[in-house]
């Protein structure tokens, strides 16, 4: 009765003012605004320091702006491509020089091969700068190794994506640096996580990570195993992430005093200690499913014991692309399968 009262209130607003209804998508409302059948829009909201956000339907993508140029985070999907360098042309007018992906689902790389169209390669990399007709036609993608040969088709398996939306500039260790826009940019590789192929990006003096499909406020993480997902690798992505994030002097406070912000793959911004909360569930859940497999409970035996349960009114789902059944299952096999 009293969750009715409260969605009403919402509801009427998001009939009435529309900005509102962007907003509440950006906060983690999503069921809501979707219930309004809204068009598909693209919003841009600042995050701190010279990093923004990019919201609409699918994923979440970083824009990071200064006098060196436009860095994107992911590309979105390509039906929303034109709203997305829309948006993009509020915040900067300069060229797009790179785009990071941080893994190859389709709400993250669709508008590769359109944006990166409509930018231009820094020639000669940040200290040759760029020397105008000398440099590339197109931005620099930039992705772990995995995603460029998933994209391609490597070995023949999967159907490859267009060339022109492939990766340009993969890495193969642990992380790649770069320098733009006045701030040290470090690009993680977490293996084995929502894919094999996951990369976080970290604004340094922006103090902003935007994470990937690792993180989501929108419902429990998507756990690809046919991509070389494991549930153990999104509670190190996640113990990683509480390494770096730094709470501020008030969580939720004014802008210099937030500490690390994070741009999950899904939802809203988030601080440190959203990011703790959604840790700790995380964690605990594997725990619970560890302990049932080591009972000898099987998937349909845990699927009943339903180890998400205190968690399920905030991140459930019993319909769309990512459900809490498939997750529990995810999490199973992952903890199942024989390590070599």
Request: glycine share 12%; with cysteine.
């Amino acid at each position: 009765m009293r969750r009715k009262a409260c969605g009403a209130f919402p509801r009427a607003l998001l009939a009435l003012v529309p900005a509102f209804a962007a907003f509440l998508a950006a906060a983690g409302f999503e069921p809501l605004v979707r219930a309004q059948e809204r068009p598909s829009e693209v919003h841009v909201l600042p995050v701190q320091g010279n990093v923004y956000v990019l919201t609409g339907d699918g994923g979440n993508i970083t824009l990071q702006v200064g006098d060196d140029g436009v860095l994107l985070v992911n590309s979105g999907q390509v039906a929303l491509t034109e709203k997305v360098l829309a948006a993009i042309r509020t915040v900067s007018d300069k060229p797009i020089h790179y785009l990071i992906n941080t893994d190859d689902d389709e709400d993250n790389v669709g508008g590769n091969e359109s944006i990166a169209k409509v930018g231009r390669t820094i020639a000669g990399g940040n200290v040759v700068g760029n020397i105008g007709e000398s440099a590339g036609s197109t931005a620099t993608v930039i992705a772990y190794q995995t995603v460029l040969d998933r994209m391609s088709a490597a070995a023949g398996k999967g159907t490859a994506a267009p060339e022109g939306a492939w990766p340009t500039d993969t890495y193969t260790l642990d992380h790649k640096d770069l320098f733009f826009n006045g701030e040290g940019i470090r690009v993680f590789h977490q293996p084995a996580a929502h894919s094999d192929g996951d990369s976080m990006v970290f604004f340094r003096r922006s103090d902003v990570i935007s994470v990937g499909d690792i993180f989501l406020t929108t419902g429990y993480p998507v756990i690809d195993l046919q991509k070389g997902g494991s549930i153990q690798g999104v509670v190190d992505g996640l113990n990683h992430l509480m390494r770096l994030a730094i709470p501020g002097a008030v969580q939720g406070g004014p802008t210099d005093e937030r500490g690390t912000m994070l741009i999950p793959g899904h939802g809203r911004i988030c601080d440190e200690g959203d990011l703790a909360f959604y840790q700790e569930m995380i964690t605990i859940i594997r725990d619970r499913v560890q302990d049932m497999i080591k009972k000898g409970m099987t998937l349909e035996q845990v699927k009943a014991a339903r180890p998400t349960i205190d968690y399920d009114p905030r991140y459930g789902k019993d319909a769309g692309p990512w459900t809490t059944d498939m997750f529990v299952e995810a999490v199973y096999r992952s903890l199942s399968e024989k390590k070599h």
